[in-house]
């Protein structure tokens, strides 16, 4: 891959972060404020497919630098991610989605 193609995509992960950081912010803020909070948090489990250990951190703290969510762990083996996230109710699946079919590929076409 080209450093000028590498270079786009770190571009457009730079401004999908910066819009996933104010809609998280606001997110957060409804549910902070309103006066019949709905915060249904559980910890979730996270299959990676990132192998070097630049893109398991880059994701990690795409995670964590996201308001309601917080990475908690990393498997010995940099596999797996274990996340807390403020909403994700009773079904994971929506957080892991979020992890596997948003953030991750949008590292792995930076990094890869």
């Known amino acids: 891959m080209t450093v000028l193609r590498k270079l786009w995509f770190a571009a457009l992960l730079a401004v999908r972060f910066l819009f996933d ?8 803020a409804r549910v902070v404020l309103s006066p019949r909070a ?3 948090p559980r910890f979730v489990s996270i299959p990676l497919a990132s192998r070097s250990p630049l893109e398991v951190t880059l994701v990690a703290n795409y995670i964590t630098l996201t308001p309601g969510t917080l990475t908690v762990d990393v498997s010995t083996d940099a596999r797996t991610l274990l996340i807390h996230d403020l909403s994700a109710g009773d079904d994971s699946a929506s957080s892991r989605a979020g992890v596997t079919e948003g953030i991750e590929p949008r590292v792995l076409k930076v990094t890869r």
């Open 21 to 28: 950081l104010t809609m998280s912010s606001i997110a957060v």
């Open 38 to 40: 709905q915060v249904r």
